[in-house]
Structures are given as C-alpha cells and as structure tokens.
C-alpha cells in the first residue's frame, strides 16, 4: 500500500488529489487526525500553488463542453452521482464519522441521504429553469442562466461532504467545472466523491479537488485569475483576507461565516418543546453555526426553563460517535479544543457560573468537553459576542417583548434565531423584528433546498439555496425577442 492509500473502518481511500480526472501526488503531505482519538488516519497530500493552476487549468479546459452539454444530459449525470452516493452511505458515514467526530448514527440516516439530495435536487431544477420565457407587450423575453466559467468552492470540516455538495451540486447543475477544497481537518469524504463522479461518468476536470491547508492550497486558490466565481463557509477572519484577494481579480463571492443565534423563549411558550428545542444545541458537540448558543428566557419562567434544561442536557451521553447510544462526541482538533476551553475559563474568570459542565470530560480525555451551560455572563462579555463553536450555552432572561428583541439583535452576526411562543400574532411580530436570515418559529433546522439560505452582518455575503443558487453560479442573461413578423426596422422605445 502507497503512502497515499488509507484504510478507514474498512474503506479504502486515495488521498492524492484528483485533477483532470486523475490521481495526482503532491511531494509533501499531512496528517489526517480522527477527533475520537487523536490517531493519525491518514497521509494526505499537500497541496500548493502548482496542484491548484493545474486544477483550475485542467477545470478551464472543461468547461466549455460541460456547459454546452445540453442540460438534461447534465442532469442525468448528477442523478447518478445522487445514486451512488445513496449506495455508499455507509462507507461515506463511517469514514466521516472517523474523519470529524460527528456522530455515525446522523450520517447515516440524515447528513449523507441529504448529499445525495443535494445533487438530485439542483439537477432537477436546472432542468425546469431552463429558458423560462415572459411575455411583454408582445415581445417574448427569453431568461437563461448561463454558467458562469470555473467555480471554487472552500468548505468547513464540521459537515464536509453535506456543506461541499450544496454548493458543488448546483455549480455543476449550471454548467460551470468546480475546483473544490476540503478542510484539511476532515479531508476524506472528498476524495471518496471523487471517485462517485468518475464512476457516475462526469468528464475529467469537470470535478477537481487540491488538499491542504489554507495558507498553502486555499490562498492561491481564492486568488488565481481563473477563478469565476468562489464560495467559502469558516470564520470571519478568513473570509477577510480571501475577499482581499478575490477583490483583485473581481470575482463574486458567497460567504457563510457562521453566528451567535439566540433562541428565544416567551412565558407563553410549550416548555416541553422549549426544552427540547434548547438541549438540540449540543448536536454535534455544538460545532453548528445555526445553533442558537444564547438562550433568552422571560423571566417569569427562568428559574423552570433552567433547572429543566440542566437536568435534560445532563443526561446527554458523551462518548465514541461510533456508538449508537452517544449523544455528543469529540471536538474536532487539539487547536479548536484549547481555542474553545479558552471562552469558557475566561467567562468563569469574568463571573460567568457553570450550571452544568464547564470543563473537559476528564474520565473520557482527549478532545471531550462536557456538555456546558453558563448563567450569569456579564451584558457584552465575550462569552455572548463570540462565537465559541462547540457544547457552551448562555441563558440570559429578558421582561418584555422588545427587550427579547434588543437582546437577539445584539450581535454582529445574523445567521440564525428561534423563536418559541404559544401566541401566532407574536410569533408573526417578533419573526419580522429579528435581525436574521432563517427564523424558526416553534421548529430548529428545518429548511428545504428550495428555500434562501444565508446571514446578515458578519454571518456572510448572499444567499443560495433553489433560484438563489443560480443566481450566484451563473450569468443571468433575458433575451427579447421582437413579434415575428417585425422588420428589422429600428423601433423606438
């Protein structure tokens, strides 16, 4: 076996890079580390400067036939992309499971399906947007949505392949070649889609993806002068210097930078519900950028709220992800584990009281961080203004309605919020009030592919999801067509 052939549960995994629709090496290479147990999985390929021109070159010369490939054809190369992918749910689940931490029994019945349908979804509407055409005045205006050229996509290690394949699903719908980075915490599940396009039998370079990390293989990624259009989901930070570079080649940009939702409680609400709604924010260790991390509570129904909360959340399983029985598993990498134990002692340091957790689970070691609740952070401490990104929640109360308005509303991000009152015409007013691109009412991560998705402030820039998606990934172009019959004779307006 090459140092570029691993076995992960049983499946084995090329970690070469896959341009033009071959395995290329890389000279150097690193460590895939798996969350559980802070084992080396994997040599992976590391990837520069020279791995991501020959992607994007190799993606260049793609694109012109995949985008005049009629679209139907195009779609039925996705559907089988969508098949095969349904027919290894099981070998993606576990390798991801090994790769990032997240639980197996999610990936298999949830996280995975949902990549299939990723593909299966934006092939189908591909086809229905095709040439929608308007009549006006007796002019038919023909809409078409041309693809826009090479398309590079950056994605997160805390769902890789679901977050990867909603943006490559529609890229590839529309026509455009996709050179695709994974996170180099959790970079296997890409190579294993590489593999599903080849077998679907999408053209080479088509579909690309460069490993390694961000400064190496991600920066001369967002700033090579192929580049048509990009798409990254992470932090703040580095969405800053990846605008900076983009900017220099004007290359239009879709960002989701993560949140600090609020979930929002009233003194109306089913506290069943509410309680359940709450103890949901540890999915995944709390590694979820919708999460509602702060839990705004009337004050009248604090004191029930809280000790419900504690008590449920404490029966919360921590262990191996692989088990069926556990509930919250590892926290991805020994750099993210010190970075987010790190809001938790300085918000205890600042006067912030655990209820529940606060530390990490000794008995299980590693990378486990009990699940954790905090009252009594101080207004604008850092605990309630940052985004800490794993099993940490706030509870903070409010007396009126637009208190719980004010305090929703103030960070400087708005990705999400939930909402959870018995009262319609409440629920309708304070949806309308809060600051947030997805608002769920009495519900938590509910949303269909057809829907607008993405955040106001430093939550990010756009919104895909259904026509949104095609918005961003092509050029929308309306051609009008005079009356048959008409001369060419110029008309005026």
Known sequence: MSDFQAVVEGV????????GGERVA???????????DETVIAQVSAGGADEVDRAVRAARKAFPAWAALPVAERSAILRRVADLV???????????TRDNGSLLRSHRRGVMPRVATNFRFFADLAEQLAHPDLEVRDHRERISYDPAGVVAVITPWNAPLMLATWRIGPALAAGNTVVAKPPEWAPLTASLLADITAEAGMPPGVFNVVQG??????????????????????????????????????????????????LVVFDDADLDLAVDLAVEQFDNAGQVCLKGARLLVHDTIAEEFTARVTKQASTLVQGDPRDEATDVSALIHRRHFDQMAGFVERAIADGARPILGGG???????????PTILVDAAP??????????????????????????????????????????????????VSDRLDAG????????????????????????????????FDFYTN???????????TTERKDS
């Open 213 to 262: 990390m961000g400064g190496q293989a991600g920066a001369p990624l967002t700033a090579h002068p192929g580049i048509d259009r990009l798409c990254f989901t992470g932090s703040v930070p580095t969405a800053g210097v990846i605008a900076t570079a983009a900017a220099k080649n004007i290359v239009p940009l879709s960002f989701e930078l993560g949140g600090k939702s609020p």
């Open 380 to 429: 604008g401490s850092e605990i309630l203004t940052e985004e800490v990104f794993g099993p940490v929640l706030t509870i903070e109360t409010f007396a009126t309605e637009d208190e719980a308005v004010q305090k929703a509303n103030d960070t400087r991000f708005g990705l999400a919020a939930t909402l959870v009152t018995g009262d319609p015409d409440r629920a309708e007013r």
């Open 12 to 19: 084995p995994v090329d970690t070469r890079h896959w341009i």
């Open 86 to 96: 349904e027919s290894r749910v099981e070998d993606l689940a576990v390798v991801e």
């Open 476 to 486: 929308v172009k309306n051609s009008v067509f005079a009356p048959t019959g008409w």
């Open 438 to 469: 997805t608002v769920w009412v009495n519900c938590f991560f509910v949303r269909d592919l057809a829907a607008p998705f993405g955040g106001n402030g430093k939550s990010g820039i756009g919104r895909e999801g259904g026509v949104w998606s």
């Open 360 to 370: 990490p689970n000794e008995e299980l070691g590693g990378l486990y961080f009990r």
């Open 26 to 36: 890389s000279a150097t290479t690193f460590d895939s580390v798996s969350p559980i």
